[in-house]
């Protein structure tokens, strides 16, 4: 039944027209969705919440961009999905990761090649064995304007597990023995429904913690410097990355 449903079905899903599809969307893992993609919304221009879906829409130097936050693959499987059903053409995993190698530091970004599929969504819409990768010249693009905004960027492969509050030392050391980067909940959903969509897709995600060495978790305050150092991170990399897709369409309008 869903399934079946046109773009028609999915834009009036999201309560707009189809003029105002936006270019890209930007879904964002985070635990307190509310008031993260809020804070994010601040990040664009003129952003207004959608009248009857949980998202923003704003613009970014003449992009319409959309914004939808989640917690795990399944919410964010759902964002992606009504999106690029809708029409937009890329989507982008903003977020965090927790660190599985040595060499990072807090406030380094990951810019994903692929996910492993472990987050419970990307089955439904991938076959097994097929990868949920990024589309590689938008991750290179991303990660150069990442570099040139200042700051360390890795391009490796991370996990994305369904069971945050399941990791134990011996998962962690496991994921950690694989050569993963690191661990987030959202982006192998992203890539999967984008990658069935055949949309381009990519992930930049920043290093909140450093699961080998650090014993935090979610009971503790987290140090005021430390938050300082997250947020301010966090414009950084969304126009990092929106900046990376305005030089590609301005490339494209010189060819025209």
Do not use: C
């Not at 809020?38 to 130097?61: C, H, N, Q, T």
């Amino acid at each position: 039944m869903y399934q079946e449903m046109a773009a028609a079905d999915h834009r009036r899903v999201l309560g707009i027209d189809e003029e105002n599809v936006p270019d890209v969307l930007l879904s964002l893992g985070v635990f307190d969705v509310a008031a993260g993609a809020k804070r994010f919304a601040d990040y664009l221009e003129s952003a207004e919440p959608l009248r009857r879906y949980p998202a923003y829409i704003g613009r970014y130097r003449g992009l319409r961009v959309g914004l939808a936050a989640s917690f795990g693959g399944p919410l964010a499987a759902f964002h992606v999905h009504t999106f690029a059903a809708a029409g937009t053409p890329v989507v982008v995993q903003l977020g965090w990761y927790g660190a599985l190698q040595d060499g990072t530091s807090l406030g380094d970004v990951v810019v994903p090649r692929h996910a492993e599929r472990q987050d419970g969504v990307s089955d439904w819409y991938l076959p097994k064995g097929i990868l949920a990768d990024a589309s590689q010249e938008l991750s290179v693009a991303i990660a150069r304007q990442l570099e040139e905004a200042g700051g360390t960027v890795h391009q490796a492969a991370i996990y994305s597990t369904p069971a945050l509050l399941a990791e134990s030392r011996e998962v962690i050391a496991d994921w950690s023995r694989h050569g993963y980067h690191g661990v987030d909940m959202e982006t192998a959903a992203t890539f999967a429904v984008a990658k069935q969509f055949e949309i381009r897709r990519a992930a930049a995600l920043v290093r909140f913690d450093d699961l080998l060495r650090e014993e935090d978790h979610l009971a503790m305050r987290m140090p005021r410097e430390r938050r300082e150092i997250l947020l301010g991170r966090e414009p950084v990399v969304v126009e990092a990355v929106l900046n990376a897709l305005v030089a590609e369409q301005e490339a494209m309008q010189e060819r025209v």
